[in-house]
Nanobody
Framework: QVQLVESGGGLVQAGGSLRLSCAASGRTFSSYLMGWFRQAPGKEREFLTA????????YYADSVKGRFTISRDNAKNTVYLEMNNLKPEDTAVYYC?????????????????WGQGTQVTVSS
């Protein structure tokens, strides 16, 4: 069992930066693929990025490549999402998720555990 708690969301102006954190409970955190998703009102949940258990494999959606950076600290049971050059269209609720299997990392259904989400609002 893994419990995930996101933090770091808020209101930022376009062009600004935010760093989201996702703290995990459970001693098996290091064995999970960790992903970040977002969901805007009226839209489907969107894959953003994922990182393998050792940090050696990292995947990004084209929409955030070059602007967002995922990282993890297994000693702290935490995964991070550094977001730069934010745009109004990045406004959404951001979720972290944990998956035991990494094959379909882009699909929400691949993930076993989800956090409650943190709101990110980017003003123009």
């Amino acid at each position: 069992q893994v419990q995930l708690v996101e933090s770091g969301g808020g209101l930022v102006q376009a062009g600004g930066s935010l760093r989201l954190s996702c703290a995990a409970s459970g001693r098996t955190f290091s064995s999970y693929l960790m992903g970040w998703f977002r969901q805007a009102p009226g839209k489907e949940r969107e894959f953003l990025t994922a990182i393998g258990w050792s940090g050696g494999r990292i995947y990004y959606a084209d929409s955030v490549k070059g602007r967002f950076t995922i990282s993890r600290d297994n000693a702290k049971n935490t995964v991070y999402l550094e977001m730069n050059n934010l745009k109004p269209e990045d406004t959404a609720v951001y979720y972290c998720a944990a998956a035991a299997y990494s094959h379909y990392y882009q699909l929400p259904g691949n993930y076993d555990y989800w956090g409650q989400g943190t709101q990110v609002t980017v003003s123009s």
